[in-house]
């Protein structure tokens, strides 16, 4: 399976982005998609994940109330909406896909299949 991410850019701080990342097909070696970031100099970090079949989603402390993970099942497409953006969500954004246990999300190893990052630089 591939993933293809997309709609990183530039950003003022306060503004809001929106990534995409669309798989290549549904399959069942994946049932959770998540988001992580790596800021230039630190690690890699779970941002946000959600099982295909819905259900309530997972946010990382730092963008909770800020951040919200979507799917579209017919696009076979998960979205990252980003809102009230911060100089420090300034990273490249990568998407994941895994069969992934809720308690496991913000482990990378959990996952199988990861994008190429796409750049959201948010400038103050």
């Known amino acids: 399976v591939q993933l293809q991410a997309s709609g990183g850019g530039l950003v003022q701080a306060g503004g809001s982005l929106r990534v995409s990342c669309e798989a290549s097909r549904r399959t069942d070696s994946i049932n959770f998609m998540g988001w992580f970031r790596q800021a230039p100099g630190k690690e890699r970090e779970f941002v946000a994940g959600?099982?295909?079949?819905?259900?309530?989603?997972y946010y990382g402390d730092s963008v909770k109330g800020r951040f919200t993970i979507s799917r579209d099942l017919a696009k076979n497409t998960v979205y990252l909406q980003m809102n009230s953006l911060k100089s420090e969500d300034t990273a490249v954004y990568y998407c994941?896909?895994?069969?992934?246990?809720?308690?496991?999300?913000?482990?990378?190893?959990?996952?199988?299949?990861w994008g190429q990052g796409t750049l959201v630089t948010v400038s103050s």
């Open positions: 994941a896909g895994g069969r992934v246990i809720a308690s496991q999300r913000t482990y990378e190893s959990a996952y199988n299949s």
């Open positions: 959600m099982r295909w079949s819905g259900g309530s989603p």
